[in-house]
């Protein structure tokens, strides 16, 4: 098979609109319709305007419990002076009975006296039709009670079944065939070797179009072979509102999706303009959208979001729900393409009243970053960078109250602070621990520009060989210091230490191969510190600019058998069941934005920190000490 | 039955808290959880962190659709200088292939030529691991994916397949019995004669908790007798969660509901302070809730918002996530008690940046102000009025995105408005016209002060006896009227005439009963100026005081018999089948907010007035003329 190249990549906006056009000539966009009993029809789209039947309420009636009265009757009845009603002059009612005239008004229960069966004493006038619902006071016969389009709601169920509106028109629910193509691609259990790749999205993409209301079926795998595609599509076309294909809308060897489309029909539209998102078909067969998904889960995503959502609300007539708009400062200087729109996932908090975003993994295939998402922020094409401190427009897919209670946590790495965030979690669901993973230094500067609220830190000042207290003084004036924990860092090394590893004197060795972290980490400052002491040249270290995140991911590597020895914390050796030398102890403490000292949220947490809770947590891992936890230092503008 | 007086009143988040945590010391919040597949479980909330399995990847694989190369191979290759990589140093690859080493890196298929099966030029050099996904580089094994408490949207149900979780435990979904009571309530298609309620509430409350992901059930309406209702209650109260009994829980002579759960059980709260809502009873029975709803609809609502959502979301550990805030002016005086906490539902518009929101009906009965609310203002205890002109804070139930598009119409009431929304939403579903009848002068003085897009008016001049301009121009310097409607004023009189009006003269008879229009309408204007030029003393016409708010409601009060005769238009009485007696045509324009003439929505609304599709539906009714519509007056500020 032939290599495609892309048609000219396109605008997402014009590809939109030229498809939706394309859609709407088509007859695409056409309501079909159907007729439901209204009781059934919660969430569904009329189809047409309805009128009311009857009128609500149908008939004169009490609107409280009380005694029917003649309003006459009532005349010059005060608190000061009451007045006696006896038997003909009054009747118990109930609210929702019928007015009998010629009672024309109702007295309140709480508002009379009882004297006995045939006696009621009664202590204002009423004017006629006091305490009366008349009838159309809500609605009245032959009003219009809805436009076409109205998304029904529970009480609109109701307000037709009240004004006798027994069915209504509906827009029919889509149709939408899930297509999973690639001889690579299995169900997530059957995984068996590397190599197989989970067949995930279609979980994604189907999950995601149920939340809009659409009906969708998957298909099983089909094989990347040309005539299974045709075949499949050309059969599905007929039964279904929508067809997407995912994957195979690239230019690899094996992406038969445009010449599959091709054939069958006519694509409009071939690789978008966007970033993630870019191998992306949007096509006709038969009158029908037939869309080429990109196989990255955060590629498929933006595209679900860019074009199949517009499309689905553009045959529902309606308009999605469940988002907000905030306005928030960018934590970081972010790179964009110029030539390209890019749609970046953030995580969002509320910082001393502002918005702060940090944006999330940027590649295209991250699940992970979908999953942390609060929201996203669009660098539209034509910026290459969104400056740290920049405003911008974030699209919430959270409410607004949800972000609100967000804790940005930005620092160091350790498991102890996610299990920090699930023991917040379960004492208040209503918060969230965002973890920002970007070491010391990263934490430390957050602080400093109040972009977080808790900061994770072990900095060992290398004039001193103290922790943390000389590197906050020389950022911060005033500053509010948590101690936390102590814990092991040592060399992690494969399990039952095969090459014999005692020291951080074996890492010039030949045959090691040495895994990193990040510079500006504390792990890494610690790492010079101690080889500048032991006057060890990293130039002899091999591996020694090969990078790492995070612990877990360092230990990842070693485990993997791409490295020898690195680095990292005794609990992350003991979680990837490794061996661990240790080396030192040091000081991994929280910074604490001073304004978040005052919130209820901080409360929570050093009552947390101070928990049986907590610390039978942590000593159920190695190499922690908690002997100072929740000691606060606190340092003022002395100077 | 004795009738029960109202335990004190409580306020509301006192009665909530104090239920809460009564529940809570009961158990009941405990959550009860269960296992499911991971793709069963979109929209569930997990009962515990999540750790993920296997990493994602799990094995190096290529990140792009090219060649597999050794980066050694690559050195030196630039655009100007390429270099040919021969038979055994390249390999086509897929993207997700396996990484073979000892390959390291890959060329994108976009950078290279193929010059035959054996040689390919390429173009860049290219350091190891180069376009290669890594192993873990999405997440890592043993990384704690979601904290407890965590809702399922679609693309986390792929993480966690990716990452081989393939069950989760998720917290069971409440299961919850709702209990319609009362002796005059039948199913909606059962009403035969007046005084039979239908029993729509139920629905309302059903479709309301399975937005919520709430499992209903509904029980058959029971009889008012205090045995029938302790006998089903009880036995319900062993399989349901929570149990809702709707109504009987005010304090009329067969609202047992406060006598049952006293028996059963024991009651926490009997009267909120809240209107509406007041009504309701919260009771724990076997250690469940127990809640009496109130039967008005609107309190109904208000206590599914305040009591029944926040024990919901307590028990799932979640918040909801499809509400805005905004901040928006009042357009009205708003009296609110003292005493009570009100909830205010409203229609919300953006006007020149700012947002406005028109209070719609209040009562606690209405079904209508549900279905047309964009959102919901407190107004709280302590606060006796709300300022024309004064923010606050609304709570949107509808995105803010969709309120941005909202067209506010204030002013005089025509049938040919409801068919003009209609219409506009049929050429742009994203539009809604939101109506605010208040009559002539409200719609005027909307424009003045800006509360308003456009204003329906027919305002007669008595000086002059010309339309509209002469008031417009009292008020306004720079104004846009659009010329919309003449239409034809007269006496709506029952079908038949067979009292034999034919003039204004007879509304004097002793034997006829007037219905009027509200102070400040145009009819109202209209009809005074007729009657004071024919020197009619407006004290001889019985029923002069009595006001209806819109034609529909005056033309349904003579259908039913409650008056003879109103001055309406000509196409509300063919709408309900009645009488007309022709006097005078008037003219109806409309007044439109200068800055909105702007605006693509005023274009739209243009377009429509001079489309054949409008003046098509507007001549099936009779008594209107189109001919000037659609001529706009400008006024400047030439004074």
């Given at each position: 098979?032939?290599?495609?190249?892309?048609?000219?990549?396109?605008?997402?906006?014009?590809?939109?609109?030229?498809?939706?056009?394309?859609?709407?000539?088509?007859?695409?966009?056409?309501?079909?319709?159907?007729?439901?009993?209204?009781?059934?029809?919660?969430?569904?789209?009329?189809?047409?305007?309805?009128?009311?039947?009857?009128?609500?309420?149908?008939?004169?009636?009490?609107?409280?419990?009380?005694?029917?009265?003649?309003?006459?009757?009532?005349?010059?009845?005060?608190?000061?002076?009451?007045?006696?009603?006896?038997?003909?002059?009054?009747?118990f009612v109930n609210t929702g009975n019928v007015l009998e005239p010629p009672f024309d008004a109702v007295i309140m229960i709480e508002n009379l006296h009882i004297v006995d069966d045939n006696h009621i004493?009664?202590?204002?006038?009423?004017?006629?039709?006091?305490?009366?619902?008349?009838?159309?006071?809500?609605?009245?016969?032959?009003?219009?009670?809805?436009?076409?389009?109205?998304?029904?709601?529970?009480?609109?169920?109701?307000?037709?079944?009240?004004?006798?509106?027994?069915?209504?028109?509906?827009?029919?629910?889509?149709?939408?065939?899930?297509?999973?193509?690639?001889?690579?691609?299995?169900?997530?259990?059957?995984?068996?070797?590397?190599?197989?790749?989970?067949?995930?999205?279609?979980?994604?993409?189907?999950?995601?179009?149920?939340?809009?209301?659409?009906?969708?079926?998957?298909?099983?795998?089909?094989?990347?072979?040309?005539?299974?595609?045709?075949?499949?599509?050309?059969?599905?076309?007929?039964?279904?509102?929508?067809?997407?294909?995912?994957?195979?809308?690239?230019?690899?060897?094996?992406?038969?999706?445009?010449?599959?489309?091709?054939?069958?029909?006519?694509?409009?539209?071939?690789?978008?303009?966007?970033?993630?998102?870019?191998?992306?078909?949007?096509?006709?067969?038969?009158?029908?959208?037939?869309?080429?998904?990109?196989?990255?889960?955060?590629?498929?995503?933006?595209?679900?979001?860019?074009?199949?959502?517009?499309?689905?609300?553009?045959?529902?007539?309606?308009?999605?729900?469940?988002?907000?708009?905030?306005?928030?400062?960018?934590?970081?200087?972010?790179?964009?393409?110029?030539?390209?729109?890019?749609?970046?996932?953030?995580?969002?908090?509320?910082?001393?009243?502002?918005?702060?975003?940090?944006?999330?993994?940027?590649?295209?295939?991250?699940?992970?970053?979908?999953?942390?998402?609060?929201?996203?922020?669009?660098?539209?094409?034509?910026?290459?960078?969104?400056?740290?401190?920049?405003?911008?427009?974030?699209?919430?897919?959270?409410?607004?109250?949800?972000?609100?209670?967000?804790?940005?946590?930005?620092?160091?790495?350790?498991?102890?602070?996610?299990?920090?965030?699930?023991?917040?979690?379960?004492?208040?669901?209503?918060?969230?621990?965002?973890?920002?993973?970007?070491?010391?230094?990263?934490?430390?500067?957050?602080?400093?520009?109040?972009?977080?609220?808790i900061g994770g830190i072990h900095l060992l000042d290398l004039d001193c060989g103290e922790y943390n207290l000389p590197y906050v003084r020389k950022y911060l004036k005033n500053f509010v210091l948590v101690?936390?924990?102590?814990?092991?860092?040592?060399?992690?090394?494969?399990?039952?230490?095969?090459?014999?590893?005692?020291?951080?004197?074996?890492?010039?060795?030949?045959?090691?191969?040495?895994?990193?972290?990040?510079?500006?980490?504390?792990?890494?400052?610690?790492?010079?510190?101690?080889?500048?002491?032991?006057?060890?040249?990293?130039?002899?270290?091999?591996?020694?600019?090969?990078?790492?995140?995070?612990?877990?991911?360092?230990?990842?590597?070693?485990?993997?058998?791409?490295?020898?020895?690195?680095?990292?914390?005794?609990?992350?050796?003991?979680?990837?069941?490794?061996?661990?030398?240790?080396?030192?102890?040091?000081?991994?403490?929280?910074?604490?934005?001073?304004?978040?000292?005052?919130?209820?949220?901080?409360?929570?947490?050093?009552?947390?920190?101070?928990?049986?809770?907590?610390?039978?947590?942590?000593?159920?891992?190695?190499?922690?000490?908690?002997?100072?936890?929740?000691?606060?230092?606190?340092?003022?503008?002395?100077?």
């Amino acid at each position: 098979m032939e290599r495609k190249i892309y048609l000219k990549k396109q605008d997402v906006d014009m590809a939109l609109k030229l498809y939706k056009d394309r859609l709407y000539e088509a007859g695409f966009f056409t309501p079909r319709t159907e007729t439901l009993p209204t009781i059934k029809a919660l969430g569904r789209v009329l189809a047409k305007s309805v009128y009311a039947n009857k009128s609500v309420p149908t008939y004169n009636s009490a609107a409280m419990d009380g005694i029917f009265v003649r309003s006459c009757d009532t005349v010059g009845a005060t608190k000061t002076n009451p007045k006696i009603l006896t038997q003909g002059q009054f009747k118990f009612v109930n609210t929702g009975n019928v007015l009998e005239p010629p009672f024309d008004a109702v007295i309140m229960i709480e508002n009379l006296h009882i004297v006995d069966d045939n006696h009621i004493q009664i202590f204002e006038s009423v004017p006629p039709f006091h305490n009366i619902r008349l009838v159309g006071e809500d609605l009245c016969e032959k009003d219009m009670i809805f436009t076409r389009y109205h998304r029904l709601k529970a009480y609109d169920l109701s307000l037709l079944l009240a004004s006798g509106v027994l069915e209504v028109e509906v827009i029919k629910k889509m149709n939408v065939l899930v297509i999973p193509t690639g001889d690579e691609v299995v169900p997530p259990e059957s995984i068996v070797y590397d190599g197989l790749i989970p067949e995930t999205n279609s979980t994604l993409i189907a999950n995601y179009l149920k939340e809009l209301d659409v009906t969708v079926h998957i298909h099983p795998p089909v094989q990347d072979c040309f005539e299974s595609i045709v075949s499949v599509v050309s059969q599905a076309i007929s039964c279904y509102d929508m067809v997407l294909i995912n994957a195979g809308s690239s230019a690899g060897s094996f992406d038969y999706s445009y010449h599959v489309l091709s054939k069958l029909g006519q694509v409009i539209a071939h690789g978008l303009n966007i970033r993630p998102g870019k191998p992306t078909i949007l096509a006709l067969v038969n009158d029908k959208p037939v869309i080429g998904l990109p196989g990255y889960p955060g590629s498929c995503f933006v595209v679900l979001e860019q074009i199949v959502k517009p499309i689905v609300f553009e045959k529902y007539k309606t308009l999605p729900s469940n988002e907000g708009i905030v306005e928030a400062i960018s934590t970081r200087r972010i790179f964009s393409s110029i030539s390209e729109d890019e749609i970046i996932r953030v995580s969002l908090s509320k910082i001393n009243d502002k918005y702060v975003f940090v944006p999330l993994k940027r590649g295209a295939a991250t699940m992970e970053a979908l999953t942390k998402m609060d929201g996203t922020v669009i660098v539209p094409k034509g910026t290459e960078v969104l400056d740290e401190g920049q405003k911008v427009i974030v699209k919430t897919c959270k409410s607004i109250e949800e972000i609100d209670k967000n804790i940005l946590f930005v620092g160091s790495n350790d498991p102890l602070i996610s299990i920090l965030a699930d023991l917040i979690k379960a004492k208040d669901f209503t918060l969230n621990l965002n973890i920002a993973n970007v070491g010391s230094m990263g934490g430390l500067m957050a602080i400093a520009k109040g972009y977080a609220h808790i900061g994770g830190i072990h900095l060992l000042d290398l004039d001193c060989g103290e922790y943390n207290l000389p590197y906050v003084r020389k950022y911060l004036k005033n500053f509010v210091l948590v101690k936390f924990i102590k814990r092991n860092q040592g060399l992690i090394v494969q399990k039952s230490n095969p090459k014999g590893i005692k020291a951080l004197e074996d890492l010039t060795r030949e045959d090691i191969r040495f895994v990193n972290r990040q510079k500006a980490s504390g792990t890494r400052i610690l790492l010079d510190y101690h080889l500048s002491k032991l006057g060890i040249d990293t130039s002899q270290i091999s591996g020694y600019d090969d990078e790492e995140f995070t612990h877990i991911n360092l230990a990842l590597k070693i485990k993997k058998g791409l490295a020898d020895a690195g680095l990292g914390i005794a609990s992350v050796a003991q979680i990837m069941d490794l061996d661990f030398i240790p080396l030192f102890w040091e000081e991994y403490d929280l910074l604490v934005l001073p304004e978040f000292t005052k919130d209820y949220r901080f409360q929570l947490i050093m009552n947390l920190i101070l928990s049986e809770e907590f610390r039978n947590s942590a000593l159920t891992w190695q190499g922690y000490d908690l002997s100072d936890a929740g000691i606060v230092i606190r340092g003022d503008d002395i100077d």
